[in-house]
């Protein structure tokens, strides 16, 4: 079975930075992964997503310009790179694996396997 572990979240000011890191254990196919965030209150969201060569991906319009999803396949290892961060941004952050058949990444409920989470706190 996949396991998923983020890391890299914490806290930082308005217009800082962090890059987050999703490593995956176990079985690995080089598939389309994602980030998706969940802040209080509000539903999860999917926020970039990439496809197994890292070729092609797809933002959420808040973060376009802002993010940047990448990954390397060697170290079975997802991340996303966040820069000129704002108060919206905070949210716990999931690295998401296992796009079902049919799935279009950034939608609910299209992945498999999850990771617990990582904290992002921006504040001003």
């Known amino acids: 079975q996949v396991q998923v572990m983020e890391s890299g979240g914490g806290l930082v000011q308005v217009g800082g930075s962090l890059t987050l890191s999703c490593t995956v254990s176990?079985?690995?196919?080089?598939?389309?992964m994602a980030w998706y965030r969940q802040a209080p209150g509000k539903e999860r969201e999917g926020v970039a997503c990439t496809s197994r060569s890292g070729g092609e991906s797809y933002y959420l319009d808040s973060v376009k310009g802002r993010f940047t999803i990448f990954r390397d396949n060697a170290k079975r290892t997802l991340y996303l790179q966040m820069n000129n961060l704002k108060p919206e941004d905070t949210a716990m952050y999931y690295c998401?694996?296992?796009?079902?058949?049919?799935?279009?990444?950034?939608?609910?409920?299209?992945?498999?396997?999850w990771g617990q989470g990582t904290q992002v706190t921006v504040s001003s």
């Open positions: 176990g079985r690995f196919d080089r598939s389309w």
């Open positions: 998401a694996t296992d796009l079902q058949r049919g799935g279009r990444c950034l939608a609910p409920d299209v992945f498999n396997s």
